[in-house]
């Protein structure tokens, strides 16, 4: 079983950046493939980020491909998106996602087995 727990949600301005985290409890965090997805209201849950169990891997959603960058920190039980470049269309709460398997698609939260709570992400304009 592995708990998620995201942080460092908040306010930033549309051009500016922010970091969020997510940590997870659970030996076996290190093995499992990560996901970065996010919801804004009255929208349906949407893939932003993905990463293989070691890092060396990693999928973007075309409408944040240069802008996020997603890693993780296995020695940390950690994962985290640096997001760079904000627009107000990047508000959302944001949820990290880990999955048992590397088979099937990044992208389908329903692929997903273990779920953090979400942070909020406002971008003002």
């Known amino acids: 079983q592995v708990q998620l727990v995201e942080s460092g949600g908040g306010l930033v301005q549309a051009g500016g950046s922010l970091s969020i985290s997510c940590a997870a409890s659970?030996?076996?965090?290190?093995?499992?493939?990560m996901g970065w997805f996010r919801q804004a209201p009255g929208k349906e849950r949407e893939f932003v980020a993905g990463?293989?169990?070691?890092?060396?891997?990693?999928y973007y959603a075309d409408s944040v491909k240069g802008r996020f960058t997603i890693s993780r920190d296995n020695a940390k039980n950690t994962a985290y998106l640096q997001m760079n470049s904000l627009k107000p269309e990047d508000t959302a709460v944001y949820y990290c996602?880990?999955?048992?398997?590397?088979?099937?698609?990044?992208?389908?939260?329903?692929?997903?087995?273990?779920w953090g709570q979400g942070t909020q992400v406002t971008v003002s304009s």
């Open positions: 659970g030996r076996a965090f290190s093995l499992y493939p």
């Open positions: 990463i293989n169990w070691n890092g060396g891997t990693t």
């Open positions: 996602a880990a999955r048992r398997t590397s088979s099937g698609t990044m992208s389908r939260h329903w692929e997903y087995d273990f």
